[in-house]
């Protein structure tokens, strides 16, 4: 069997040959073929989705019914009440700004830091770069559990003022998850953009450095707007990341009403009952951001991931 | 300036100093300082800590006691229940990832890659559920395999003898295995696609023309070219099972066979015992283990670098 199918064969969606053009033999046979594709590829798609679905579904019907029937029967009632209650007694979206209040400047203060190391590493000829993107990459790819229980001991013992944490300790502060997530993603972040850094152009860094700009103004001028992809990209990632971080969080933080989204999910669980179709709703509500950012930056997503993989 | 002679070189070294001002100083000195010690405070520090601490007795409060090995010979010595089942859950979930949630996520790569319709719409799908959150994983695989209302059992039909697939300790951690691939297969599926196409056309086409057939082209001639990737997707596969932590935490923290050493890390410092000693023990397996794979991983990338 002669397959010589480039990856770049297949007709783009919409644009169908011409009808008077007779059809090439090789794109003739393989169309039983694809037929076949697409029940395995619909198939699967279908099974990745239907767990999602079903959490859809099983949020908008009262837990009555479905203990009744079970998650896969016909629907008698449906409604939004359990998102009503999830937003008025769990008050989700309290939760919802801690986790904004921890991720945004995480990912800003992690884009900048990394940023600046991944310059200084890929494009100023110091000694050491190498030991030093060694450093940060290592350190990105440990067990959080490795670092977790002196971390956990550290921060009981780092006091703050009361103005930058109530606990008067690092510990159970925002403070403490920040860094964290900022300290444990900077590792990724240096690497993929190391990789990207070094594949501009050189000549427009030699220019500067005749015009005699320092090292802030090349950095901040000239590499970083360049960067402005890599930048996207990660931010998406790291953002959906941060989001989703779910033990930073349990293990620093003790105070219920400082719980980021993801570890508060686990607070819709009650004492004795738990109500899984509200915890249902709950996971819909946490992972809608999440899904709405990779819709919406789907592109940006995935160059993050792939930009760490294959080297530019 | 990649030809620069040895003498060009030698001046550039001894200008090194002159290259930069005090003001560049001043700046790589704050924010590179500034990186390097947030990374030493909250990384490396913490993590010849946690190696320091295994060999102690500490409980967070009193005089450290150190006490030897003595933390892990109670572990190996079988004096500590979970640990075996945790190190077997751990094995179990890199074999599953490994051995069936890769060669999946390869073979959707390798399928979409050779261009269908619609496959921007299969792709999406089968990425999707990389970016929820782990623990929102966990509780999904509760609605899917609760014994009473679940939607598994209510498929199968076995109302009257329903199974518990998530209660039974034989069992659960299967099931915890397939939502922990649910979410591994799109991830791989999406770096072996970048991969596959930087993979130049002349190659298979050179095979094409030699009579490999499509199997012998991808698996002589496609799959060794993608090294870089394949290793990636080793580690990655590797570092997320030593990981795992969040799906099993959400169904059960981790008891009654879904233990994990991650779970039994946790524990210990959490729970009411406060075992830090003890706990960090469990730790330094885990580092142990996946700092063979790290080591791996950074030969291979940084391989690259100096050449450059």
Partial sequence: MTADIPTTAGPRPGTAAPAGKPDRPAAKRPRRGRFGVHIFLGGVSLAFLAPLLLAVYASLRPYEETAEHGYFSLPRSLSFDYYRQAFSDSEMSKYFINSIIIAVPGVLVVLFLASF?????ARLRIRGGLFLLILFTAGNLLPQQVIVTPLYVMFNRIELPYWMSESMLLYDSYWAVILVNVGFQMGFCVFVLANFMRALPNEILEAAVVDGAGVWTRYWRIVLPLCRPALAALGTLQFTWMYNDFLWALVFISDGDKLPITSALNNL????FTDYNLLAAGSVLVALPTIVVFLLLQRHFIAGLTLGSTKG | MPHATARERRTRRRGLRRRFTARDLAVIGVLLGFAILLDLFVIWGPTVASITLSFSSWDGLSDLNWVGGDNYDTLAGGDYPPFWPAVRNNLLWIAFLGLVATPFGLLLAVVIDRGVRFSRFYQSTIYLPVVLSLAVVGFIAQLVFSRDQGALNAILGNQDNPTDWLGDRDLNIWMVLLAAGWRHTGYVMILYLAGLKAVAPELKEAAAIDGANERQTFLRVVFPTMRPVNVV????TIIESLRAFDIVYAINKGRNGLELLSVLVTDNI??????????????????????????????????GEERR
């Fill in chain 2, 270 to 303: 959490i729970g009411e015992a406060s075992r830090i000693g003890f706990g960090s023990a469990i730790a330094v397996v885990l580092l142990t283990v996946s700092l063979g794979f790290i080591v791996t991983y950074l030969v291979q990338e940084m391989r």
């Fill in chain 1, 269 to 272: 669980r009650g004492q004795f």
């Fill in chain 2, 233 to 236: 997707v080793l580690v990655i």
């Fill in chain 1, 117 to 121: 190391v991944a310059f200084v590493v």
